[in-house]
C-alpha cells in the first residue's frame, strides 16, 4: 500500500470520520462541563423553591385548619347558648300560654255568668 492509493481514503471519508469524532467530542465536553452542571444548577433552585412553596402551603394548610377548628368550637358554643335561649323561650311561652288559658277561662265564666243572669 502506498500512500497515493490511501490518499484519496485519509482525504474523503476518513477525514470525515476524523471531523466527526472531534465535533463529537467537542459536543460531549460542552455538555458535560457546560450544560450539565448548569442544568444541575436550574435543577436544584427550582427544587428549592418548590420546597419553599409546599412548606408555605403546609403553614397555610395548618393556619387554616386552626381556623376551622376554632370555628368549630364557636359553632357548638353558639348552638348550646342557642339551645339554653331556646329552651328558655319555649318555657316562658308554654308558661304564658297556660297563663292565657287560665285567664281566658275566667273571663269565659265571668261571661257566661253575665249572659245567664241577663236570661240571654
Same mark, same amino acid.
Do not use: C, W
Given at each position: 500500500?502506498?500512500?497515493?492509493?490511501?490518499?484519496?481514503?485519509?482525504?474523503?471519508?476518513?477525514? $470525515?470520520?476524523?471531523?466527526? *469524532?472531534?465535533?463529537?467530542? @467537542?459536543?460531549?465536553?460542552? =455538555? %458535560?462541563?457546560?450544560?450539565?452542571? +448548569? #442544568?444541575?444548577?436550574?435543577?436544584?433552585?427550582?427544587?428549592?423553591?418548590?420546597?419553599?412553596?409546599?412548606?408555605?402551603?403546609?403553614?397555610?394548610?395548618?393556619?387554616?385548619?386552626?381556623?376551622?377548628?376554632?370555628?368549630? $368550637?364557636?359553632?357548638?358554643? *353558639?348552638?348550646?347558648?342557642? @339551645?339554653?335561649?331556646?329552651? =328558655? %323561650?319555649?318555657?316562658?311561652?308554654? +308558661? #304564658?300560654?297556660?297563663?292565657?288559658?287560665?285567664?281566658?277561662?275566667?273571663?269565659?265564666?265571668?261571661?257566661?255568668?253575665?249572659?245567664?243572669?241577663?236570661?240571654?
Amino acid at each position: 500500500m502506498n500512500l497515493e492509493v490511501l490518499a484519496p481514503y485519509l482525504a474523503g471519508p476518513g477525514a $470525515a470520520v476524523l471531523v466527526l *469524532l472531534l465535533v463529537g467530542a @467537542g459536543v460531549y465536553r460542552l =455538555a %458535560v462541563n457546560y450544560l450539565m452542571p +448548569t #442544568l444541575t444548577a436550574v435543577v436544584d433552585r427550582h427544587m428549592t423553591e418548590l420546597e419553599r412553596a409546599n412548606l408555605r402551603h403546609e403553614e397555610s394548610v395548618a393556619k387554616h385548619l386552626t381556623h376551622i377548628a376554632e370555628m368549630g $368550637a364557636r359553632y357548638d358554643r *353558639l348552638n348550646e347558648i342557642q @339551645g339554653e335561649r331556646h329552651a =328558655a %323561650v319555649l318555657e316562658a311561652v308554654n +308558661t #304564658l300560654s297556660e297563663e292565657i288559658g287560665e285567664k281566658a277561662d275566667r273571663i269565659e265564666k265571668k261571661v257566661g255568668g253575665l249572659f245567664h243572669k241577663i236570661g240571654a
